[in-house]
Nanobody, 117 residues
Framework: QVQLVESGGGLVQAGGSLRLSCAASGRIFSINVMGWYRQAPGKQRELVAS??????????NSVKGRFTISTISRDNAKNTVYLQMNSLKPEDTAVYFC????????WGQGTQVTVSS
């Protein structure tokens, strides 16, 4: 079993920044993928960004060019993944979920991000 604990969400004005963190604990395989997804009210959960244990990253088209100014990163020694989000817009408002595939699929409880206009 793997447990994921997210932190760093909150309320921010448009144009502001937030840094999300997700710490994994438990039986974690060295080769894994960690990522951030988000779900806005009335919408499906969608990928924001992911990163493999080897450091390869993938960003959703909806955030490319904006969140790539930001960065998804990880500290393998701490089994923690980060998402630095800059230039936030009201449409980024959602619950952000951490996910780890190791090799089973695990999800965190989510952290609310609210961007005010």
């Amino acid at each position: 079993q793997v447990q994921l604990v997210e932190s760093g969400g909150g309320l921010v004005q448009a144009g502001g920044s937030l840094r999300l963190s997700c710490a994994a604990s438990g039986r974690i395989f060295s080769i894994n993928v960690m990522g951030w997804y988000r779900q806005a009210p009335g919408k499906q959960r969608e990928l924001v960004a992911s990163i493999t244990s080897g450091g390869s990253t993938n960003y959703a088209n909806s955030v490319k060019g904006r969140f790539t100014i930001s960065t998804i990163s990880r500290d393998n020694a701490k089994n923690t993944v980060y998402l630095q989000m800059n230039s936030l817009k009201p449409e980024d408002t959602a619950v952000y979920f951490c996910r780890m595939i190791s090799p089973r699929d695990y999800w965190g409880q989510g952290t609310q991000v609210t961007v005010s206009s």
